[in-house]
């Protein structure tokens, strides 16, 4: 006779992140207007595809003449040597090339224009966000299922999908980088863990391609490396134990290099043709004051503050402490990535990130999930009431979290000029009054780019 199926309500609840996510990108329709999808970021990490397999010129020669036809299409750089250069890397395009193809066929065989900018292209992209979130959920849901129990996993799975800014990055600002990173570093995650189970010739190589890809997307990201050095790491022994199981897969660890290297080639043959310098940094102006992190105004900040804008992710900051007890060969990893990925992106001239709730935080959730979870395992084996009142609160900042992403959506939550005054005055306002303008407090970007920040103050009203 044939087993019954069990049901499985983990896999539900990423049907349903799934097709809520669907349902905001075809009810609010971005896909339709010019400037809603590829647009400032997005446009420099698609301008590869384009360029290259439909204007046949990645180098931007043909953008030099009338330029002025292309100033919303792309949006170049000028390197010491006259070269125009993409500023952000090619590894989003990488992301979404396949979805680039499909929608380039579409375009061909309907009404719509095929030159990577009409609505097939901007809803492939959107498309291609949804796709990558769900494939994060799907192996956050692999990962979380060997370590902990189905209704911890529930519920760190409802947090990571609709209780933090990822979901805004996913279904309405889509094509960032994003849901990408946090279905790669996911991804990422549980390949690591395979590999310490079977190190082989191919997960060594998807591994390779997998970190390459990560570190193109975001070259800061390469932080997540000390995930796979440092699992089942716990004591000096340990450590000594991980240092020859990578000196007795020498050739495993060359394959790793090298498939990370091959990802990268592209790249560097890119840089070289534009600047004559294979290693170039195109952030033109812009660095990391490493001197300077503003680490508490990045976490608490009205100013796109983490745990202000994602207050459930301050359950994976204290979850850190409980998988020293229950999943002690995550500790050491998670606890110094995390320290150090906070100290990174902090340490950005714009630590606030230019968008909702410090998205840069967004990357680390498929590792922040285990330390939530973890969190979450402790409060299951407390007292019912102690469950209770947590679901409750978690329930409540997953509405939260969706409330606020309809109000940033709608322009009520405001980008980078969000001030204590402004974020109280239209808290749980689903149509705040005019008075929020006058409470925000613009940054002095000319300032910030030398390290020194200040705000311009409030504007009054009665002028």
């Not at 809520?20 to 420099?44: C, G």
């Not at 902990?148 to 529930?154: E, G, M």
């Not at 503050?305 to 500790?331: C, D, E, H, R």
């Amino acid at each position: 006779m044939l087993k019954k199926a069990k049901f499985d309500y983990n896999n539900i609840l990423i049907v349903l992140s799934l097709l809520i996510a669907l349902y905001v990108v075809f009810n609010i329709k971005n896909y339709k207007q010019a400037d809603k999808v590829i647009s400032w970021d997005v446009t420099n990490y698609y301008s590869y595809l384009p360029a290259t397999f439909i204007y046949g010129d990645v180098l931007l020669n043909f953008t030099k003449e009338h330029p002025e036809k292309w100033y919303d299409k792309f949006v170049p750089l000028t390197t010491p040597t006259g070269g125009k250069v993409i500023k952000m890397s090619m590894g989003l395009s990488y992301c979404y090339a396949p979805f680039f193809a499909i929608a380039h066929v579409i375009a061909k065989i309907t009404p719509y224009q095929d030159g990577g900018y009409s609505l097939p292209y901007r809803l492939a992209l959107m498309l291609s966000s949804v796709c990558f979130f769900a494939l994060g959920l799907i192996y956050l849901k692999k990962i979380l299922i060997r370590l902990y129990s189905k209704q911890v996993v529930f519920i760190t799975l409802l947090v990571i999908g609709l209780g933090t800014n990822l979901f805004y990055y996913t279904a309405i600002r889509s094509a960032m980088s994003h849901s990408y990173n946090f279905a790669l570093i996911t991804l990422f995650v549980w390949l690591s863990i395979q590999w310490h189970n079977k190190p082989k010739i191919v997960n060594s190589t998807l591994i390779g391609l997998l970190i390459g890809l990560i570190v193109l997307i975001r070259p800061t990201n390469i932080l997540v490396v000390i995930i796979f050095l440092l699992y089942r790491v716990s004591s000096l022994n340990d450590l000594k134990d991980k240092l020859k199981l990578f000196l007795s897969k020498y050739y495993l660890i060359l394959i790793i290099l090298l498939a990370f290297v091959l990802v990268w080639i592209p790249q560097l043959l890119y840089w070289k043709a534009v600047s004559g310098q294979y290693f170039y940094f195109s952030y033109q102006g812009e660095r990391f004051f490493f001197g300077n992190p503003q680490i508490l105004k990045g976490l608490f900040s009205y100013r796109n503050g983490w745990l202000i804008y994602t207050p459930l992710m301050s359950m994976a900051l204290v979850g850190l402490f409980f998988i020293y007890k229950n999943q002690k060969a995550f500790f050491w990893p998670i606890m110094i990535y995390s320290i150090l990925s906070i100290y990174v992106i902090t340490s950005w001239w714009c630590w606030w990130y230019v968008g909702y709730g410090n998205r840069a935080f967004i990357d680390l959730y498929g590792v922040m999930a285990i330390p939530f979870a973890a969190f979450m395992s402790w409060i299951f084996e407390k007292k019912q009431w102690l469950r209770t009142v947590t679901i409750s609160i978690i329930l409540l900042f997953v509405s939260l979290n969706l409330f606020q992403t309809y109000q940033y959506y709608k322009g009520y939550i405001q980008f980078d000029s969000m001030s204590k005054a402004a974020y109280w005055d239209v808290f749980l306002k689903a149509d705040p009054k005019n008075s929020y303008w006058g409470l925000l407090e613009k940054p002095d970007y000319k300032k910030a780019l030398e390290g020194i920040y200040e705000n311009h103050p409030p504007k009054d009203q009665s002028e």
